[in-house]
């Protein structure tokens, strides 16, 4: 009984089954091949020879897509659609490999129609034993690599395309002109070319899958058929890389909430349209912004609505500054507006007054309208200042004293505002004479394993022994320090003393670790590496028991130098630590490339767990990935702490467990819970024998 394949094949034969006959007897071989079925529907007698098959019916049994791959599939899917669109003809070196033996032929394809309607290809193959190995292997690779390889005449008209190229042209003769959608970058290509030079651009591409962008390498050759010049040009799609570049270059200099240009932003552009101002002859008028009570509306309604109060401002100044000018969030609810003289049209004060009543309509927040005031400062270049940071100085002083003056104005820098710098130089040299007379010391606050309680480390925190306003805070007197550049020297005078508490803890038996901040502007001091390197032939210090903490911020861009001098301190036995880590927007490609030992989650998040858990989960989940330890700040309840337990996270600090405290009190903790510990081991101990007995029992 004949199977139903064979009722099929029968049905498929082409019409003239004479001239199939006089084929059969022809020594160049000769197959059907069904794209449909992706079996072959007859062949000749040499066919059936050079497919190894010992009748017609055992090679039409094949099922020839079992071992096809991919890029031979899709060849075969271009040939379809060629000759369904025209007479077409295609002369290549195919490697066949029937029963696992590799068959190398010159193999004439064309399309044929079949008696069902249906379209089929006759292929006309030649052995030949001739070719070399690397010729066939060469042939094989070009047949399969996803790279896209195609060979243009010097008009740009296509003569050859791999499968890679074929599948993503959108027209089967599309020019290398119209291939780019940019065609001017092809003819530089073709005339560079032309003068001798290879290429290699990137550019935006026309495919199949839409506009792409492709790494494209040009370089001149010869057609093999004509012998006359032609261009061989290979294509890489590297869209993903390029978009990937542009959103960290965009995530690097703009505000991830807002999409304004962000601080680092205007440290690259702000002194550039300073100059153009000096040089012009003109005004620049720059504008600080402050929304009144926005503290408040995040307090009692939550971030996500602060977040939309923040991005609808950022909208209304954007809208007001169009292409006048420069808008850049500075952080928190800070905005600056740049304006150039010749592009305010109104005067300062008038400009002032219509960016204040940007805010004088509610904002429709989710469906709730809220009332948002705003504050406004103005420093005037050349007036108030020459350079970005007299300017920005004096513009942070206007904007303080418009907070605390009448709703809706606009406060200018003035020489009454100078009281204020008066008052900062003082604050200078007391910090001075703080250092030369051993005012300063520091707190210490725990840091303590979610799973156990035990204390591994502690944070060091400066405190200021004022002799007449008492003990201050680091918020009083740091940013002064670091305004100044004193920073420096208070620094080095905070890693010394945490050196030397380190090696009383050491000598005490007590095994913990003790790390500090280091800000920005003492990285920027060239020799703070060199001190931190010799620190513990100084001080007899374990540097293994020391970390650095360095904000997220400073991460930005992959410096190479950062990088270098991370790398230093880490071969010295530093450990690294990314303080306040969710708030900086860093490109999480880069953190990779960086030594990194802890990253401490900014406390805002475990202070809003309600809203921010899924990217609280997330940041420990990134720790696992790069295999670095989780601390959770500010952990003040036993429910936040619970859920970090929960949740995998590896140490926390916060006052749950304790405020920040002297270095004798530390000690006098650490102790306890020493003691503690041995108590339990104790415990254990005593209880391990008696589960024994019971077990035997």
Known sequence: MKSETDDFFRTCEVEAEELLDQLGRIATALWIYDFDLKRIL???ASGLEVWGASSLEQLRSRDLSSDMSRTVAERLNQYKADFQRSD???????????????????????????KDGRTGMLCEGIVNHEIRPETLRSAEALLHTPVMISLYSRNGAPLYRNPASRASQIETELTLQNRLVDGSIAEAMMGALDYGSDCKVVAQTRTT?????????ARTCRDAVTGVQAYLVSEIDVTELKETQERARFLADHDFLTG??????L????????????????????????LNGFKVINDTLGHITGDLVLSAAAARLSGFAGERGTVARLGGDEFIVCIPERAAGLNPQDTGRQLLDLFSEPMDIGGQLLQVSAAAGMSVCPDDGKDMDTLMRHGDLALYE??????????PFSMDLRQRLD??????????????????????????????????????????????RGLLNPGSFIPACEETGMIVEVGEWVYRQVALHQKHLQDAGIDISLSLNLSVRQFQDQELIEKLLLLPQETGCDPHRIGFEITESMLLGDSPAMRFSLSRMKKCGYNILIDDFGTGYSNLAYLQNYPID???????????????????????SLGNVLNVRIVAEGVETAEQLEWLRANGCDEYQGFLFSRPVPFADLVQQCEEDQERRRNQSKVLKVRKPRQAITRRA
């Open 267 to 290: 440290q690259s552009r702000l002194p550039a349209m300073i100059n153009a101002a000096l040089t012009e002859g003109r005004n620049l008028y720059l504008y600080f912004i402050d």
């Open 88 to 114: 077409a003809t295609f002369t290549e070196t195919w490697t066949l490999y029937p029963l696992g033996v590799p068959k190398t032929l010159q193999v004439i394809f064309r399309g044929t129609r079949l």
């Open 423 to 468: 008052e900062r130089v003082a604050l200078e040299q007391d910090l001075w004479r703080a250092l030369e007379n051993n005012e300063f010391l520091l707190h210490f606050q725990p840091r303590v394993c979610v799973r156990t309680g035990a204390i591994l480390s502690a944070e060091a925190l400066i405190r200021w022994q004022h002799p007449r």
């Open 402 to 411: 418009a907070r605390g003056g009448r709703a809706n104005t606009i406060t």
């Open 42 to 44: 007859w062949a000749n």
């Open 598 to 620: 802890v990253l401490k989650i900014d406390r805002t998040f475990i202070n809003d767990l309600k809203t921010a858990a899924p990217i609280t989960r997330l940041i420990i």
């Open 209 to 217: 899958n839409g506009i792409r962008w492709h790494e494209i390498t």
């Open 260 to 265: 304004l240009p962000n601080r680092l932003y």
